[in-house]
Nanobody, 123 residues
């Protein structure tokens, strides 16, 4: 049974940093593209970042480029999202997801999803 479990969420002030982790089980992480998505209250879920199977390719939403960094440790079956210079508009539930496709930003291409972790950025 595939499980993706996010952790590291919480409350942070504007300008602060958080690092999210996504621990995978039931799959071999190195076979999957991994992505992070987020959903703010009253809004649709949106793409944040994705990383290729070896970690050499990354893709970011314009809204987080230069502030967020996605990385992975296939030996630990874990993906990370380092978030710096956080803004109130980053407040959302953050989800990690796994895809067997090419690196992409499309929700429908991701087969497995975690339950999400809440980030709240206070102004």
């Amino acid at each position: 049974q595939v499980q993706l479990v996010e952790s590291g969420g919480g409350l942070v002030q504007t300008g602060g940093s958080l690092r999210l982790s996504c621990a995978a089980s039931g799959l071999t992480l190195s076979r999957y593209i991994m992505g992070w998505f987020r959903q703010a209250p009253g809004k649709k879920r949106e793409f944040v970042a994705a990383i290729g199977r070896t970690g050499t390719s990354t893709l970011y939403a314009d809204s987080v480029k230069g502030r967020f960094t996605i990385s992975r440790d296939n030996a630990k079956n874990t993906v990370y999202l380092q978030m710096n210079s956080l803004k109130p508009e980053d407040t959302a539930v953050y989800y990690c997801a796994a895809s067997t496709s090419w690196i992409n930003r499309w929700e429908n291409e991701y087969e497995y999803w975690g339950q999400g972790t809440q980030i709240a950025v206070s102004s």
